[in-house]
T-cell receptor, first 113, second 111 residues
Framework: NAGVTQTPKFRVLKTGQSMTLLCAQDMNHEYMYWYRQDPGMGLRLIHYSVGEGTTAKGEVPDGYNVSRLKKQNFLLGLESAAPSQTSVYFC????????????FGDGTRLSIL | QKEVEQDPGPLSVPEGAIVSLNCTYSNSAFQYFMWYRQYSRKGPELLMYTYSSGNKEDGRFTAQVDKSSKYISLFIRDSQPSDSATYLCAMSSGNTGKLIFGQGTTLQVKP
């Protein structure tokens, strides 16, 4: 049972570099989410998607872009990485609305020097 | 002021103790309340889910929601070393499923 898979697990970038984080789910879920987790801040929603081809902004969207070209995949892009984007990034998926639990991946640890 | 406040701890208790974890919130529109458990270097996993006010029990875990006081609690009975983790409260109001998380409380249960 793969559930939600995030790649890569670790990455170190230099300021100004770009990269894409990949999230894949095999549960046929409609809704997918990207969060970042920082010490003392809990998880904060970056962007989310309620279905293939749709995306929406969350609480902290600046500096990030997302795409949901396929139902099972949700990509998070950093066009020009900044040290403030050093964080642990989590992807989650759910089958529907607030009543449905979100299933999380194990995170991508990203350091930007 | 954050929408959801949670004491980060750390909280250290002996094995067998009753643990009480709490969150307060300011948005009266929240209707769905959850507790997630997160082990080190892992993603959060759903532990308890409650809709509106009331209590819910599942084994050693009890979740309480008091909407009049904007206060939710998670009780762990007969705590075990395997319960050592970070516990995150989360809340939602609408149909998008967007969750607002507390900061998380780190719990250590000592044998």
């Amino acid at each position: 049972n793969a559930g939600v898979t995030q790649t890569p697990k670790f990455r170190v970038l230099k300021t100004g570099q770009s990269m894409t984080l990949l999230c894949a789910q095999d549960m046929n879920h409609e809704y997918m989410y990207w969060y970042r987790q920082d010490p003392g801040m809990g998880l904060r929603l970056i962007h989310y998607s309620v279905g293939e081809g749709t995306t929406a902004k969350g609480e902290v969207p600046d500096g990030y872009n997302v795409s949901r070209l396929k139902k099972q995949n949700f990509l998070l892009g950093l066009e020009s990485a900044a040290p403030s984007q050093t964080s642990v990034y989590f992807c989650a998926s759910s089958s529907g609305t607030a009543k449905q639990p979100q299933h999380f991946g194990d995170g991508t640890r990203l350091s930007i020097l | 002021q954050k929408e959801v406040e949670q004491d980060p701890g750390p909280l250290s208790v002996p094995e067998g103790a009753i643990v009480s974890l709490n969150c307060t919130y300011s948005n009266s529109a929240f209707q769905y309340f959850m507790w997630y458990r997160q082990y080190s270097r892992k993603g959060p996993e759903l532990l308890m889910y409650t809709y509106s006010s009331g209590n819910k029990e599942d084994g050693r875990f009890t979740a309480q929601v008091d909407k009049s006081s904007k206060y939710i609690s998670l009780f762990i009975r007969d705590s075990q070393p395997s319960d050592s983790a970070t516990y995150l409260c989360a809340m939602s109001s609408g149909n998008t499923g967007k969750l607002i998380f507390g900061q998380g409380t780190t719990l250590q249960v000592k044998p």
